[in-house]
């Protein structure tokens, strides 16, 4: 772990000995920074995808001291999936395996490999995967049946055939990718999809974010000025998925144990949730309205081609 960490203006800073309110606000100067930079560089380009790498790398550094300082730092996205994801996840490859005795699972942005660690054992699956900055942990576990690179989204799905993926699994990874890249990698997911093929995605709900670092220095409903470059509502992200012909199969709610659980979806369904989005922002007390979001399943999506 480094513990010294040089900031945009070259200046040194002694991760280990800052408060996490000190570690906070570095990190957001220094995505603010960064994503700046990343939205200039050309899309799909060489030059932003090893610049993003290094903004990830050095990011890491302060999100590593981060963890140490404060118990509640949650691990998702870059640094993990959350275990009820995961637990659903695991859910989802059962059900596969009853009409499947074999089927091929993609996460996208496998960060320190925690969901990879929970199935790998399982029988008869292959796992794809890939992340702009790999961690140490998810090196070593590449196998016959485990296949990892350290690419873009968009790059690493270019080599995969199309019609091949089972079970897309993206927990806090499509809020990273660039605006002008992002529904041309959409396009990309459902072209690597079998026809049967599920997209299990978990992205922060803009409505009540901002979710990245940017939350602790913007009012709620601004714009993620770090990482989190598509950050929107649940309306704005099934509209870009309706585009391309994808479906929900599934809507997710919570239960009292807050464990994620599926209903199967129609038309009727999908339309009252994007509907209540609006509805649920009119109540004002904060607390309440993040819970009834994440009771509710605002940021969790089970879609499916639309045949």
Not at 242 to 250: D, E, G, Q
Not at 272 to 291: A, G, T, V
Request: net charge positive.
């Amino acid at each position: 772990m480094q513990k010294y960490y040089i900031d945009k203006n070259n200046q040194k800073h002694n991760l280990a000995s800052m408060s996490i309110d000190q570690l906070n606000l570095l990190n957001y100067q220094e995505e603010c920074y960064f994503a700046s930079r990343i939205r200039k560089l050309p899309a799909f380009s060489k030059k932003r995808s090893e610049y993003s790498h290094m903004a990830y790398e050095k990011i890491f550094q302060i999100a590593d001291f981060k963890k140490l300082k404060d118990k509640n730092y949650r691990k998702k996205g870059a640094n993990g999936s959350t275990m009820s994801s995961v637990e659903l996840l695991i859910d989802l490859i059962k059900c596969y395996k009853k009409i499947k005795p074999k089927i091929t699972i993609y996460e996208a942005g496998v960060g320190s490999a925690y969901a990879i660690n929970k199935i790998k054992n399982i029988p008869n699956i292959k796992i794809y995967g890939c992340d702009v900055f790999l961690s140490d942990e998810a090196k070593k576990l590449k196998s016959e049946n485990i296949n990892l690179e350290e690419k873009s989204l968009y790059d690493h799905l270019k080599k995969i055939p199309d019609n091949f993926i089972d079970i897309f699994y993206a927990d806090n990874v499509l809020e990273h990718i660039v605006e002008d890249e992002y529904e041309d990698t959409i396009k990309l997911i459902f072209k690597k999809l079998k026809a049967d093929g599920v997209m299990y995605l978990v992205i922060p709900n803009g409505s009540i974010g901002p979710s990245d670092v940017s939350r602790y220095y913007l009012k709620e409903g601004s714009k993620a000025l770090g990482f989190h470059f598509m950050e929107r509502s649940y309306k704005e992200n099934m509209e870009t998925f309706m585009k391309f012909h994808i479906r929900s199969k599934y809507l997710a709610y919570r239960n009292k144990e807050n464990k994620l659980k599926l209903i199967k979806a129609n038309l009727f369904f999908d339309r009252l949730k994007i509907l209540l989005e609006s509805k649920l922002l009119c109540i004002k007390d904060k607390k309440r309205r993040h819970k009834l979001f994440k009771l509710l399943g605002y940021d969790t999506y089970i879609l499916k081609k639309q045949k």
